[in-house]
């Protein structure tokens, strides 16, 4: 059975940039997480919902320039 929860290096793997891109993203609420006690993870379901989201966000925007 694979692991769904990621931490903050692993979604940084997952999704290509620097961890500290990620706590960026954590404060300033972006990404989906939720914390265990100080410690911030990640559900790579959320992930990948979050990407179809910005993905959707960015080919609606591309529409309405048309």
Not at 25 to 41: A, D, G, L, T
Not at 43 to 52: E, F, K, L, M, V
Not at 53 to 61: G, L, P, T, Y
């Amino acid at each position: 059975m694979t692991r769904n929860t990621l931490t903050v290096q692993e979604a940084a793997e997952y999704l290509g940039v620097h961890h500290d891109t990620i706590y960026t993203m954590v404060r300033e609420n972006q990404i989906p997480h939720f914390r265990v006690r100080k410690r911030i993870f990640f559900t790579r379901p959320s992930i990948d919902a979050w990407i179809n989201a910005q993905e959707n966000k960015i080919i609606e925007k591309a529409c309405e320039s048309l």
